[in-house]
Each structure stands twice: as C-alpha cells, then as structure tokens.
C-alpha cells in the first residue's frame, strides 16, 4: 500500500472530531428532560414568542414581548445541562434580534443595545454548545455572530435601516458600536480557550476594533500638533495594546494564520506610533517648560535650561529609530534652544543642520512648508553668509600685503586688460608665465577671430587658483588677479 499524506491524517482527523461532537449531542439529547424547570420555562415562552407573529399594536407587544425575554431569561438561569443552557441562550438571542424588526419606539442606541445582548447571548449558547452541540449547530450560530457584528459596522446601510430609519437615530460611531460588543466576550483567555468559535470571535472582534482604533491613532501620528492630540494618541495605543495581544492569543489558540501575522505586524506598529507619541509629547513638554524658564526669571535659569535640554534630546531618542519628522522636529527645537536663548550659535547651527539633513531624507514626503523647517533653513543660510562673509575678510586681510607688493605688477595687468582681450593674453604670458617660460605664449593665429575665445578659456583654466593652492602666496594672489580680468573679458564673447 502507499503510504497516506498529511492531507488525509487531517480529513481522518476532522471526521474524528465531528464524530466526537455528534455523539456527544446524542448522549445529550438522551440525558435532557423535557419536564426540567428550564425546559418548561422555555417552552412556556416559545409559546409567548409565538403569539408575536402578526401582533402589530405597540401596546400589546410593549407587553408581550418583555415577558417572552423574562420567561426564556429565566429559562436559562434555572438550566441544569449544557443543551438547556444551550437552548435558552439561543432562543433568548433570536428574541432580542426579533424586537428590531418590531414596530416598537427603538432607536439607534437602543438597537445597540439589543444587539450586544444578542451577541452575548450566542457567545453563551457558543460556550455551552461545546460540551453537546453538534459542529454544524456550532458553525451557524457563529456565522450568525458574526453577520451580527458585520452588520452594525455598516448599520446606517444596513437592510433593517433602510426598512426602518428611526433604527439609524442616535447611532453611535463605529468605535463606540465596536468597543460595546466587544466588552460583551469573554476577557480571560480560560474562557475563550475553552471553545475555539468563541476564541475565533473574540480574535476578529478584538483585531476588528484594535484596527479601527489604530486608524485614529495614525492620523495623530501623521498630522497631530496639540498636546491634546498626543494624549488622545498614548490613551489609543493604551486601548490597543491588550487588544492586539487579546487578538494575537485566540488566533494562535485556533491557529488563525492570517489573523496571526496581521495581529503580530499591528503590534510591531503600535510600538512605533507610541514611541512617536511619547517623543512627540515630550518635545511639547520641552516646549512648555522652557516658555515657564525664559517667563519666570530675570536671569536665565541654566539648571531649567538643562533640563530642557534633556527633554529635547529625550524626545530625539525616542523618535530616532522610528519617525524621522518627529526627530527633525526635535533637533529643530535644540537648534532653537541654543541659537535664540543660549546664543551658542556653532551648537544651535549643527542641529538645526541635523534637522535638514533628516527633512531632505525623507522624500518623496516635503515638510518645507513647516515653521520648524523654514526656522531652521533661514538661520541655517544666515549662519552660511556670516561664515562666507568671515572668510572673505580673512582672506582680503592676508592679502593686502601681497597686493601693496604687487601694485606696479597689478596695475600693468590693469592697463593690458583695458587695451583688450589679445593685449592681456600676451601681456599675461609674456610677463606671467606659469611655467617660467615664453613658450606657452599663444600664437598670432591663436590670438584672432574665434580662436581668441578658446585662447582666453585655456588661460583662464591654466591661471585658476584652484591650480596653484600649493603655490607661495604672493603667486596666489597674483593667479587670482589674473584669471579675473581674463574672466571679464571673456564674458565680452558671451
């Protein structure tokens, strides 16, 4: 014989088990006594909830139908047996859905209501079922659950709103709607592990609400500026966190793949957008506690200044690994901090260069339009210009003695490049050569027509002073000189 494959031990396995199930619900079948008080009660009240069909005065159905859900209630307190239990949940549930599709004076929260009490009631015919119910009984009622929570997810569109719009008053939005049924399953995995429909619920319910919430807390961390803002977004992801690990245990207990990796991927996410949060947070509360040191004291208190510091750099380590536009935002407030209030410019220039350097590393997203951004481009480009400014003067200062050394020599240039762009080009290599020499000196054909544009650009490259940085300094000086009157004159060919 060939030997069988793991997709035929897995069918051998399932048929075991719904073989398991459906002999378990005939050994309860046989033990159930219809005279128990639980079975009396409920069927006491199928006869209650029977006597609804055609009923349309409100009057009498305000009436009927609190006794049916009084009697099926007290049904399932007095249930002895798993199937009772079963069986009074059940119906129970089917009571509470049936009073939407009543014309009684229900509103919006009110059907909120009425479908948690149903959701709870199919969890607690779920949780009963597993020890006598068959798998197909199982399987109906927690698609039934399901479609329940579907349904409420998109009520205002649903079948029974558009029949009925009074249903849709006073629906709350859809964390509200999600979080209520939510709070009506099982909390403690013991309960939930114990039958795998209702851990399979609780997953998708808790990752369904987990998703919602998470949403809210994106926007925050994409657009949030208030601190009012980024505690709403700690006490999201303080909501979602056990959400997600509530999620993540039930879909591995009933090995839920998909539900697994996406439990696992949004957790990995919550991580990021809290350490975004708290970054965020801190560098508001930098914020605010420099505002109170610069406002509280006629001198600048250095300790609340360095504790501020420290807040700043607090909120940098927390963004550093995870959001590079909150980390340029807080290298931007260090920038600030230094330059503005402690007048260390080097120090302050160096973070706020930090905080570009980030800005322009996050492409293809643009922030120019920031104040952070813009504060740290203008100081950045002030910092530039004084720099460029000092240098110049530096280098204007060592040369002043080589230009006064170089004054006859200079003036000469001067008056060549005043006769023209061929005078200059033979007084240049005549008097000037680099290499000490005539024989660079250009040829008269060289030094006509077109050919002098081409002369003037080769000399300008050989004069540069790029070329000559080894040189001594009074050649420097000179090179200098040189290539910018021969620069001049060929923008005259331009």
Request: aromatic fraction near 6%; proline fraction near 4%.
């Amino acid at each position: 014989m060939l030997p069988r494959g793991a997709a035929d031990d897995e069918q051998d396995s399932y048929e075991a088990y719904i073989a398991a199930a459906d002999k378990r619900f005939r050994q309860a079948q046989i033990r159930d006594r219809p005279d128990s008080p639980s079975n009396v009660l409920r069927s006491k009240a199928d006869k209650l909830h029977a006597q609804l069909a055609g009923v349309t005065t409100p009057r009498v159905l305000n009436t009927l139908v609190p006794r049916v859900v009084d009697t099926y209630g007290k049904a399932l307190a007095a249930a002895a047996t798993p199937l009772e239990r079963c069986a009074a949940a059940q119906s129970l549930a089917e009571v509470e859905l049936k009073r939407l599709e009543l014309p009684l004076d229900v509103d919006g929260r009110e059907a909120l209501e009425l479908q948690a009490d149903t959701l709870k009631h199919y969890v607690t015919a779920l949780l009963a079922g597993r020890d006598c119910q068959t798998i197909p009984w199982m399987d109906s009622l927690y698609c039934a659950a399901t479609q329940l929570v579907d349904q409420a997810k998109d009520w205002e569109a649903s079948e029974l709103v558009q029949q009925r719009p009074q249903l849709a008053d006073g629906w709350p939005e859809l964390g509200q709607v999600l979080r209520r049924l939510h709070s009506v399953l099982p909390l403690d995995l013991g309960s939930t592990a114990s039958c795998a429909h209702v851990a399979s619920l609780t997953a998708w319910l808790a990752l369904t609400l987990a998703t919602h919430l998470y949403a809210e807390a994106c926007t925050i961390q994409d657009e949030g500026a208030s601190e009012q803002q980024w505690r709403r977004g700690k006490t999201l992801v303080a909501d979602i966190r056990p959400l997600l690990e509530s999620a993540l245990a039930n879909a591995r207990f009933v090995s839920e793949e998909a539900m697994i990796e996406e439990a696992e991927d949004k957790l990995e996410s919550l991580n990021i957008c809290e350490h975004i949060c708290l970054s965020t947070q801190a560098r508001h509360t930098a914020d605010a506690m420099l505002r109170d040191v610069l406002a509280n004291s006629e001198e600048l208190d250095m300790e609340g200044v360095r504790v501020v510091t420290d807040k700043y750099l607090e909120a940098i380590a927390l963004a550093s690994d995870f959001d590079q536009e909150a980390t340029a935002r807080a290298y931007a407030a260090l920038g600030r901090l230094y330059c503005s209030v402690l007048r260390m410019t080097d120090k302050g220039t160096h973070y706020y260069s930090q905080a570009l350097h980030l800005a322009h590393s996050m492409a293809p997203k643009v922030v120019t339009h920031t104040a952070w951004y813009k504060d740290a481009a203008a100081v950045l480009q002030k910092a530039q210009e004084e720099a460029l400014r000092e240098e110049e003067r530096q280098a204007a200062q060592e040369r002043a003695p080589f230009v006064e050394e170089l004054s006859e020599e200079l003036e000469s240039l001067r008056a060549a490049a005043d006769r023209g762009a061929r005078a200059l080009l033979v007084h240049v290599y005549s008097k000037h050569s680099p290499t000490g020499s005539e024989t660079t000196t250009p040829t008269e054909d060289e030094l006509r027509g077109d050919r002098l544009k081409d002369a003037l650009r080769k000399a300008i490259v050989l004069y540069h002073p790029d070329r000559h940085a080894n040189k001594p300094t009074r050649w420097q000086v000179l090179a200098q000189e040189i290539t910018k009157y021969l620069s001049a004159r060929y923008q005259d060919f331009k």
